[in-house]
């Protein structure tokens, strides 16, 4: 509820059979990751043809829309903008004809140096019709696949271009490929379909095609897909991994399982650190739906406190809409939750979500339990405070909007209204996760980066002869 | 998620400043009540003005839309069809002119002698353009209008014509009148909002309001609603009333209290009644998101069984869409629904819906389940077998429809395939709502109808030996 | 050009085949008399199917909106909104349960006594959902199909209540029928297509259906249209006819042919008559585009002056755009009309045009061929001075907005600053058209009216001891 | 009528005030030569903004979506797809970043060594998104932009790379440009307006705007246009000139002067030439509306012979619509035209059109005028006859589609249906048009190209024995 918002997510499936249909429901299925455009390129055997618009896949991707797209093999992009504008003009998936052929691809994450390989390509004569980091991706493979046709080789150069985030998926010619960052920023998984195969950002949409789970895609891997096997290639090199702990907390489904971690278990397990962490002597545990719900039914079965749902959300209410005075702006976050009187007045109340950006909702909801009549509010969060910027396609790109930073727990429990409030550690973060620190992207809580970004601080620079990086 | 759909929702407000954005927000609150057509009718102090269309309200009575609209007292609607078309040929409120003045209408529930009603006004030159019973209503009030400019004498010779359920908003002119059919079949409250007065269906509007709740219409009152009081007009004589017990059960918010008694609270009761009626040696307790919710957190309070989040639901996959063939049919459901494996995997898991109509989505949910490992699948119901149709405003008319009709309880165990099914008995639910028997309407469970419907046994001619409450 | 907006056209037709794309056709060929709605009513067997909506016929009549309409027998409607508003509210036809069945209507016209007859009906119980004349026809109708499930009869009764101006095509049940005032003002006339019958306003839509002119429909009349013939029914008592002269001047398609008469020819013989009663000693002759084409082609030939195209107008101005100061304001017109310079420069002008309402736009054009080099300047107008409203159908209904209202011609002269101006001579004007005066409706020009008009002279009231009106 | 179709119209304007709406309404003064997108791109100062759109001006850059549009320097662009396909994605202008800035360009015209020049650039690592010429010129130009930050230079070292014809508008960073082809094949015009000046495609938006024409762009100048003066690069080389004798045949508007020559005077010239080389003994001469009608003027005043207007073209029939079986089709040209019967019945009728492409329309006009009664139905039409493609930006890119190429003038006659057929002959059409036939491309014609096409005869090379002028 009152976390980020994160960027995109893409699909790829080769299969025996039309897979627009396919592609469609995958990209339902990953909905969440982006609200704000939906694309397919599907190539139909002779040609690639690409339909894409703002909105959402139903919309976008209506059936009059796709009813005469045809092909066994394709890729699927939403879209939430972390950069540039919202239109049609910015939706994916992206197609150019380079001297090799058609490429065609979507790209979920951020490249950290676009700046400057911008400059250096528009140095070069190169032109661009957009300011996204995906169209300076088509434009060095370009440069590659015009050096050397083989496609893998052409990628494998990029990808040693480029720092950042990224999970792409690749038609060149007739060959589609999935790719994603040496670090494994964001996540990307293979799965078995039946007469197919595909990778995806998350596991959940192999469960709705009624397909299984193989693998991970590998941090660094370039991963070929056919519609009867896949074939993989490895990096040469294995950088340190660097998996975004937001994708458990927040911005995945409940129901993926990221890099061999379920994300509801995660999430269950960051409830029962908190309960140890920091205990509250309540009368009963709610989430904020729906981002705080696992969390809180672990903090409810390690406390032994009773699990309620206290706040109604309205599922109706996601646009915002005519505020006409102060009167009603006050009244807009009510028309998204309401709390449930008889279940919290009177009470001692505990309410857990995922994390605290700005702390403005948060604020807001705690006024409203006072008012329903609860005795008293406190609250945890299943993040350690956010206090530095994410490079790798998070929308929270500037310091001054986090209200950790400059703030004690106790100062930001203040601003909140709240009886008590409690972080998670980062320690009971990554123990809740189950991977170790050194394979996590923390760089929003401690602000070491795994890549280098300029005016920040990278975490194996500075430690290279030294394992100590961690607090 | 398993149950019938509903009718509609209304709202009438009248305040000492402009109500448009008020109407709009009130309508968002119970968008759930109807999602096909939205729609206000507002006075402007010289007349009123309508603006309406189909879809929901943020985009029927999206900001550029009422942008011009200004008024201190109006009307709202949001429809789900139960009979005619979606378009906005047939979206409320309607307005007509009679020979009293403008009549503006809003309607939620069923007319049901409207056949015959209709017969007799067309012999007597009364002309329709739709198939609606609410062009009926008005055909009716304004034969009485015309003969006596008296709205309120109006409104009750109506009320003398009409039967069955029906919660009405009415601006006659520069008046606002609430009505609520003598059964109280569907619901309606008053609120007391900054400046203005409240009639609406469901009392969370009037907390997203910022308002606090006056008391429910009582079945059977006419009341005007003023800027600054409001006036009632009660029945001469009071019917049994007959609140439909599955406003509780499933139509209602959680946050919205009815007829006094708190939707989430009765919710949570049906848990404890069927944890107690219907024990399961289980490991885990789960709701059918998000209609079996709180049913489930009573079970599993009362029970002391872990409450467990097993299935994911997918917010954004609302709608159908292309489902070329059988394989990609069998899908559907999974894109709405999908289990957590890690949660249910080895485990005997109990799942609590609100109610079963066909059983065919639930038999797939249970079979999801097993395929995501569960050891065990029990079902419970929050609702006992419905058995007849309804002919007050929700969307199942024909007996055929229903699978417990025909099937005993272990018949429907083994159609779903199920390893227990539970459903409240009728005492159990009557508990849990807490208001007796003899008030609620509980036609669809036991087949005693409130009013007069042709082919039906009606409840108190059969029990009571005596008309004499009619008329 | 600068003349009047006109109300609406009308078409009814019954075949051995399916009729919807006909009708689409044909609407298509009477655009021209309504662009605000566009809607078809079509019988297919059983019952009435309505599509109607705002626009031009195709998009409110587009493909994908009639594919699933079939039927024989059917009747259309374009719109141009006299009254009301112009949203798909009051689009036509406009459909009706009666007693005697369904009805569906469509109504070129305006009934002159609708205000008294509205308050009547509304006293007897009546209600309006619009302000459209043309609803309260099908309550007039409904009443007497209530009593005498004879329609013709109902029609005819129908009829002996509304005064005024109207084509009107019907559907009632599964018969079809068109009728036309007993003064026959507006213009209704019978064709035979390949298969069918049709009734349509202008005849123009008939050569395009590849049919031919049987007759026009006598005022007064109702024709019963069938698959392979049509009955008439005639009224007993024949009123003087008054046919709308406007529709020779301006209304009508040049290639109509109405009440016998060649529109095009009447507008040529116009040119001619103004040759011969305003003589100028120019150098050229030239048409207002496309309104005055005709006039001017005439006077050419007559006078034995030279025929140019000295305006070019821009058929994609049609709709206003942004004008942001009085300098783009006065930008406007030129968007429209460009003078063609080397054709006027250094030369005498004469321009014709049908009529003069407010003169503002003609005297925009003076100025535009004063600028482009014109020596002289000459206006010569189809129609004699228009000083009083209309109340049968056309857009002007005050007499304020008329220049010729308390302007003598030289002042008009003066004020458009044409070197000199002649209009076309009453008796001139009835001698183009070919038609006796005592049966055309000239009240615009003479002020006597057919009907009764509240506040007006009738045309007969005056001469009522006198009964050689008539021919 | 019968014509070809054109490729698109492009402005440029620079002023001391905004110039949206002045764009705006500039682009609808040449909607004619584009009707498929509609966009303008604008220098705010800081920035350049673009807004475009599939559909006409009037809807591709209405109100709504230009009102947060300023700035004092633009350009504007109206397409129809010659090549590629027909949506938004081909829209111009096409805005690019280079290393030099950001470019904006529109264009009218062909780039005939596109596919040459488009392989070269990708095997030098360029990449396309479209398929269109101009996304080519870009990419040519930001190679220069690089090199040489000069952008007079680099249009310059672009326009020695690309044949064919082009007039171009450009905005690199702040400063606006407009290009002429060499050949001054398309027409591109400068004029003062109040307060700026303008380069557009042709002189009637100049009018139309209130300004004054300064000059045509002469073949192969670059013009730099500031607010207040424009400043003028020369070629070194002065090209044969080959003005495309269509523009005034046809695709020009009638009031716009193109290198010089009044486009209504010559089609007025055209038809006196017509009547001296091909007299015919007829009734009365007609034009086919409105493509015919200055011909046709300038015959019958030649002639003597009466002008009148014959067919009624119906403007709101521009779009197909449903067409179930044969009867119907055969109907599609009757809905836009139609004889006026009165006029033609009985008459030696003599009909004049711009040029014959297929000539099937022509056919069915032929045949609709002796239906209508014509005794006799004469032809004559104002180009010769077409037998050669056109590369430089019309819509008659092959051979097989002309009625001329295989058949004699005779023969054509007999196909469509006419007593006589007379064409104008080359040197009449060069003696109208009033420029010497070297200076017209009138490759359509004679199929003499005056650039090099691959498989087509150069004319030059063939003439001159001297390709010297290259390069």
Same mark, same amino acid.
């Given at each position: 509820? /009152?976390?980020?918002?994160?960027?995109?997510?893409?699909?790829?499936?080769?299969?025996?059979?039309?897979?627009?249909?396919?592609?469609?429901?995958?990209?339902?299925?990953?909905?969440?990751?982006?609200?704000?455009?939906?694309?397919?390129?599907?190539?139909?055997?002779?040609?690639?043809?690409?339909?894409?618009?703002?909105?959402?896949?139903?919309?976008?991707?209506?059936?009059?829309?796709?009813?005469?797209?045809?092909?066994?093999?394709?890729?699927?992009?939403?879209?939430?903008? /972390?950069?540039?504008?919202?239109?049609?003009?910015?939706?994916?998936?992206?197609?150019? /004809?380079?001297?090799?052929?058609?490429?065609?691809?979507?790209?979920?994450?951020?490249?950290?140096?676009?700046?400057?390989?911008?400059?250096?390509?528009?140095?070069?004569?190169?032109?661009?019709?957009?300011?996204?980091?995906?169209?300076?991706?088509?434009?060095?493979?370009?440069?590659?696949?015009?050096?050397?046709?083989?496609?893998?080789?052409?990628?494998?150069?990029?990808?040693?271009?480029?720092?950042?985030?990224?999970?792409?998926?690749?038609?060149?010619?007739?060959?589609?490929?999935?790719?994603?960052?040496?670090?494994?920023?964001?996540?990307?998984?293979?799965?078995?379909?039946?007469?197919?195969?595909?990778?995806?950002?998350?596991?959940?949409?192999?469960?709705?095609?009624?397909?299984?789970?193989?693998?991970?895609?590998?941090?660094?891997?370039?991963?070929?897909?056919?519609?009867?096997?896949?074939?993989?290639?490895?990096?040469?090199?294995?950088?340190?991994?660097?998996?975004?702990?937001?994708?458990?907390?927040?911005?995945?489904?409940?129901?993926?399982?990221?890099?061999?971690?379920?994300?509801?278990?995660?999430?269950?397990?960051?409830?029962?650190?908190?309960?140890?962490?920091?205990?509250?002597?309540?009368?009963?545990?709610?989430?904020?739906?729906?981002?705080?719900?696992?969390?809180?039914?672990?903090?409810?079965?390690?406390?032994?406190?009773?699990?309620?749902?206290?706040?109604?959300?309205?599922?109706?209410?996601?646009?915002?809409?005519?505020?006409?005075?102060?009167?009603?702006?006050?009244?807009?976050?009510?028309?998204?939750?309401?709390?449930?009187?008889?279940?919290?007045?009177?009470?001692?109340?505990?309410?857990?979500?995922?994390?605290?950006?700005?702390?403005?909702?948060?604020?807001?909801?705690?006024?409203?339990?006072?008012?329903?009549?609860?005795?008293?509010?406190?609250?945890?969060?299943?993040?350690?405070?956010? /206090?530095?910027?994410?490079?790798?396609?998070?929308?929270?790109?500037?310091?001054?909007?986090?209200?950790?930073?400059?703030?004690?727990?106790?100062?930001?429990?203040?601003?909140?209204?709240?009886?008590?409030?409690?972080?998670?550690?980062?320690?009971?973060?990554?123990?809740?996760?189950?991977?170790?620190?050194?394979?996590?992207?923390?760089?929003?809580?401690?602000?070491?980066?795994?890549?280098?970004?300029?005016?920040?601080?990278?975490?194996?620079?500075?430690?290279?002869?030294?394992?100590?990086?961690?607090?």
């Amino acid at each position: 509820m /009152t976390g980020p918002k994160h960027s995109c997510g893409v699909v790829g499936i080769s299969a025996d059979h039309d897979i627009v249909a396919v592609l469609q429901k995958a990209l339902m299925i990953i909905q969440h990751r982006g609200q704000e455009s939906a694309g397919i390129s599907v190539f139909d055997g002779m040609t690639i043809h690409t339909v894409k618009d703002a909105g959402l896949v139903q919309t976008a991707l209506s059936r009059s829309r796709i009813e005469g797209l045809h092909g066994n093999m394709g890729i699927g992009h939403v879209r939430y903008a /972390t950069t540039g504008g919202k239109g049609v003009r910015n939706a994916q998936p992206l197609t150019m /004809t380079t001297a090799f052929g058609v490429v065609a691809i979507g790209h979920n994450g951020d490249i950290t140096n676009y700046g400057n390989l911008r400059k250096e390509y528009l140095a070069n004569g190169a032109v661009f019709q957009t300011d996204s980091d995906t169209e300076l991706i088509i434009n060095i493979m370009s440069k590659y696949l015009g050096q050397n046709s083989n496609p893998i080789l052409a990628i494998r150069a990029t990808m040693s271009e480029i720092d950042g985030a990224y999970a792409l998926v690749l038609i060149i010619n007739d060959r589609l490929f999935a790719v994603r960052d040496p670090h494994g920023i964001r996540p990307l998984i293979l799965g078995k379909i039946k007469g197919g195969y595909v990778a995806v950002s998350e596991s959940a949409a192999i469960d709705a095609l009624g397909g299984q789970i193989v693998r991970d895609v590998v941090p660094g891997e370039i991963v070929e897909i056919f519609k009867d096997s896949f074939k993989s290639n490895m990096p040469k090199f294995t950088c340190p991994y660097a998996h975004c702990m937001f994708e458990w907390v927040y911005f995945a489904r409940p129901d993926s399982v990221i890099d061999g971690q379920e994300v509801y278990d995660v999430r269950r397990r960051i409830g029962v650190v908190l309960a140890r962490e920091s205990p509250a002597k309540v009368d009963l545990v709610m989430p904020i739906p729906d981002s705080g719900r696992a969390h809180a039914i672990g903090f409810s079965n390690e406390s032994g406190i009773p699990y309620e749902e206290g706040f109604m959300k309205n599922r109706f209410a996601e646009r915002t809409f005519i505020m006409p005075d102060q009167h009603e702006r006050e009244l807009a976050v009510s028309t998204k939750m309401n709390p449930i009187k008889s279940t919290v007045a009177g009470k001692k109340v505990l309410i857990v979500d995922d994390s605290i950006v700005r702390g403005t909702t948060l604020k807001q909801l705690v006024l409203m339990l006072r008012k329903a009549g609860a005795k008293e509010v406190h609250v945890r969060i299943g993040s350690p405070p956010i /206090t530095a910027p994410c490079y790798y396609g998070v929308d929270m790109k500037t310091r001054d909007q986090f209200i950790a930073n400059g703030h004690s727990v106790d100062e930001i429990c203040k601003i909140i209204g709240a009886d008590s409030l409690g972080y998670i550690s980062i320690s009971g973060l990554v123990e809740a996760i189950g991977i170790p620190a050194e394979k996590l992207c923390l760089a929003c809580l401690n602000g070491q980066y795994p890549t280098r970004i300029e005016g920040e601080r990278e975490r194996f620079q500075s430690t290279l002869g030294d394992s100590s990086f961690q607090s």
